[in-house]
């Protein structure tokens, strides 16, 4: 059953305190999950700084909001708003969705992660007082092709290039640790919105009528609320027990043909078509790897803490969404 929001709101208040106020820097904050994330650090009572290479684009904002310039790799313009900040959500990083994963596309999209990383770690070890916590971006591919098999943050990371680049991105922020700053890391599951991201992408078959399962239907596929994303991270930022990683996917993942079934269902649409492996291999070289392989994650440490999700099931997310 679905929890509204003011159960994880009551408990951040109770435990954290004073701790829901005070300055937050967001990288990435312009794009779907950092305005989502924004909007909930500003209710919730924090001061959001979004950290934008061009400030001056970045329209809209809830108040409590503002923006900086920084350039994506270096801490130079802004270290200075991270001294005696609350913390940093760190999210910037080049989409691995965006067309096919060429060498230059791989490079981009690995040093994108590491460069941003490396000037949040430098802006930490220049503050005198520095943030009590760092919020680091990931994802679940840090597992690799899970099968069947349910993995949790305990699991080891997997092999190919998401589980090495996960790694690679996860050990640059390590340091912080060490000036004791408390770091989160953010194993972010396939976010649903309709504004943007995968979700857009797989509905747009189902709207021509030729939508379906991908590969043989079987492999599992995680999946979080953009409104869960977000509100797992404020929950986050609000507790001092929260280190380490955390999965940021909803407790009930699904076969990517059951998927295809909740899709079509939500539009009104037929699931009739099945999209070839080969064909995707074709289409999409390597990066059909991350449409055909598993991902049975689960969310068990943040449930431990006690995030109460508003759209648990696939079923209820899709009807948020498409109402």
């Keep these: 059953m679905s929890e509204t929001n003011e159960t994880n709101d009551a408990s951040e208040t109770s435990e954290a305190g004073e701790r829901t106020k005070g300055t937050v820097l967001v990288t990435g904050g312009s794009g779907l999950i950092g305005r989502a994330v924004t909007g909930e650090l500003t209710g919730a009572g924090w001061e959001v700084v979004v950290l934008s290479r061009s400030p001056e684009k970045v329209s809209g904002l809830p108040a409590g909001a503002r923006t900086a310039r920084w350039d994506g790799e270096t801490a130079e313009g802004w270290w200075e708003l991270a001294d005696g900040a609350a913390g940093i959500v760190h999210l910037a990083g080049e989409g691995i969705g965006d067309g096919p ?17 490396a000037a949040v770690l430098e802006a930490v070890r220049r503050a005198e ?6 919020l680091q971006a990931s994802g679940i591919d840090y597992y690799g092709d899970t099968g069947d098999r349910v993995a949790t943050e305990e699991d080891p990371p997997g092999e190919g290039f998401l589980p090495d680049l996960a790694v690679e991105w996860e050990s640059v922020t390590r340091p912080v640790e060490d000036l004791g700053v408390r770091r989160a890391l953010l194993r972010s599951a396939m976010v649903l919105s309709r504004e943007g991201g995968a979700l857009p992408k797989l509905a747009l078959p189902f709207k021509l009528f030729v939508g379906g399962p991908v590969g043989s239907g079987d492999q599992w596929v995680a999946w979080i609320h ?13 507790r001092a027990e ?30 009739l078509f099945r999209a070839p492996a080969i064909a995707l291999h074709a289409a999409l070289g390597e990066m059909a790897d991350m449409l055909l392989g598993s991902r049975r994650a689960l969310p068990a440490k943040l449930e431990r803490l006690g995030y109460r999700f508003r ?11 498409y109402g």
Excluded: C, M, Q
């Design 226 to 238: 953009r409104a869960d994303e977000a509100g797992a991270i404020r929950f986050l930022a609000a």
């Design 242 to 271: 929260a280190s380490g990683p955390f999965n940021l996917t909803a407790p009930n993942p699904v076969t990517n043909r059951e998927l295809s079934r909740e899709v079509a269902r939500a539009l009104g649409r037929p699931s």
């Design 311 to 321: 759209f648990p099931t696939l079923r209820e997310a899709l009807a948020d969404l």
């Design 129 to 134: 007082r520095p943030p009590r916590f760092l």
């Design 101 to 117: 994963w060429t060498a230059a596309k791989k490079r981009r999209i690995r040093e994108s992660r590491v460069r941003a990383s």
